[in-house]
Nanobody, 130 residues
Framework: QVHLVESGGGLVQAGVPLRLSCAASVGTDTIMSMGWFRQAPGKERQFVAAITWSGGDTYYGDSVKGRFTISRDKGKNTVYLQMNSLKPEDTAVYYC???????????????????????WGQGTQVTVSS
């Protein structure tokens, strides 16, 4: 079982950076990868970024490439999302997620699929004002 807790959301003006954190409590499981999704009101949950735990391979959604950076601290079982050049359209609830350690490996083809991600945090609100 994996328990995820996000922090770091808030209200910022456009262009002001913000960093989200997600701490994982994994029990006897092993983290294989972690990711971030977001959901704006009335919209579907959208893939933002993901990182593999061992090799640190990263994946990004098209709308955040070049502005957001995902990283991890293996010793703290924590993943970060550094968000720069924020825009009002980045406003959403941001969710941390992790797949089952017994599921398929993360690839550029399956990373966007919600089905891959078994564990979810409670979400943290990010609001960007213009």
């Amino acid at each position: 079982q994996v328990h995820l807790v996000e922090s770091g959301g808030g209200l910022v003006q456009a262009g002001v950076p913000l960093r989200l954190s997600c701490a994982a409590s994994v029990g006897t499981d092993t983290i294989m990868s972690m990711g971030w999704f977001r959901q704006a009101p009335g919209k579907e949950r959208q893939f933002v970024a993901a990182i593999t735990w061992s090799g640190g391979d990263t994946y990004y959604g098209d709308s955040v490439k070049g502005r957001f950076t995902i990283s991890r601290d293996k010793g703290k079982n924590t993943v970060y999302l550094q968000m720069n050049s924020l825009k009002p359209e980045d406003t959403a609830v941001y969710y941390c997620a992790a797949p089952s350690p017994y599921g398929p490996a993360l690839t550029s083809s399956n990373v966007y699929s919600l089905v891959l991600w078994d564990y979810w945090g409670q979400g943290t609100q990010v609001t960007v004002s213009s």
